[in-house]
Nanobody
Framework: VQLQESGPDLVKPSQTLFLTCTVSGGSIATSYYYCSWIRQPPGKGLEWMGA???????YYSPSLKSRASISRDTSKNQFSLQLTNVTPEDTAVYYC??????????WGQGTQVTVSS
């Protein structure tokens, strides 16, 4: 199973960040039901941001205060993250991860996103 994050590497403050995770070697529709986004700001630990699960329910970290939205497209075997009103504090390496049963078994390599004017 391989995951690849894609999206911009630079976003201006107050803009919306869109990231996509493309999954190959496994199906998010039939096997890997839990699709998560995690990030790691510079010098800090990993932060779980949220997930979309098998019935399209979504769960988010309270710290994101409704700025995050996660969705999936099973026809493309992809899932996406939208983060609104970004600030420099959203600068981080963003990872996607999937699992068949609620964990974080498989990860992408991560993509650096910098928020700066």
């Amino acid at each position: 199973v391989q995951l690849q994050e894609s999206g911009p590497d630079l976003v201006k403050p107050s803009q919306t960040l869109f990231l996509t995770c493309t999954v190959s070697g496994g199906s998010i529709a039939t096997s890997y039901y839990y699709c998560s986004w995690i990030r790691q700001p510079p010098g800090k630990g990993l932060e779980w941001m949220g997930a979309v699960v098998y019935d399209d329910r979504t769960y988010y970290s309270p710290s994101l205060k409704s700025r995050a939205s996660i969705s999936r497209d099973t026809s493309k075997n992809q899932f996406s993250l939208q983060l609104t009103n970004v600030t420099p504090e959203d600068t981080a390496v963003y990872y996607c991860a999937i699992d068949p049963a609620g964990g974080l078994d498989y990860w992408g390599q991560g993509t650096q996103v910098t928020v700066s004017s």
